[in-house]
């Protein structure tokens, strides 16, 4: 629960710093994680795989609602969404380069034998479990497509 400590840490030391924005962002993430721990059948650990996967939800969300805010013209929303996403980013591990990305995935699909994109289910199922965290589920998606299409 290395995360959840961090986290708390870090909410104590941004008060004091009266961040504002930030402090939003950190209460929300401690919020889905005591969610995520106190949920029916959930265990009293975390793994570190559904803490990402619950950072990189709230990262998606927050950038998704930018998006929206900013078809509408509400600049002053979109930054707001867009900072809180930036610091909770913070918090996942380092994202994989085009070249690293690339790289990961003809490795991926030359272990598959995938040859077209028919196979791409396959290859999808493998790289989405590897590399979870270190790249969005789009991005892997589109390289997948991408490099399964030539």
């Avoid at 380092?94 to 994109?117: C, F, P, R, V, Y």
Wanted: cysteine-free; glycine content about 4%.
């Amino acid at each position: 629960m290395a995360l959840f400590e961090q986290i708390n840490k870090d909410i104590i030391s941004t008060m004091k710093a009266k961040e504002a924005d930030k402090l939003t962002a950190l209460r929300a993430v401690k919020s889905e994680l005591l969610l995520l721990k106190t949920s029916v059948g959930a265990k009293d650990e975390i793994s570190e795989e559904e803490e990402i996967k619950v950072l990189q939800k709230m990262v998606k969300q927050r950038k998704d609602s930018a998006e929206i805010y900013k078809t509408q013209n509400r600049e002053d929303l979109f930054q707001k969404e867009m900072n809180e996403a930036k610091f909770i980013q913070a918090y996942l591990p380092k994202q994989m380069t085009d070249a690293e990305l690339t790289g990961a995935i003809t490795e991926m699909i030359n272990k598959t034998g995938a040859a077209s994109m028919k196979d791409m289910g396959k290859v999808m199922g493998i790289a989405s479990k590897e590399l979870a965290g270190k790249a969005e589920g789009k991005l892997i998606a589109a390289k997948v497509k991408e490099l399964l299409s030539k």
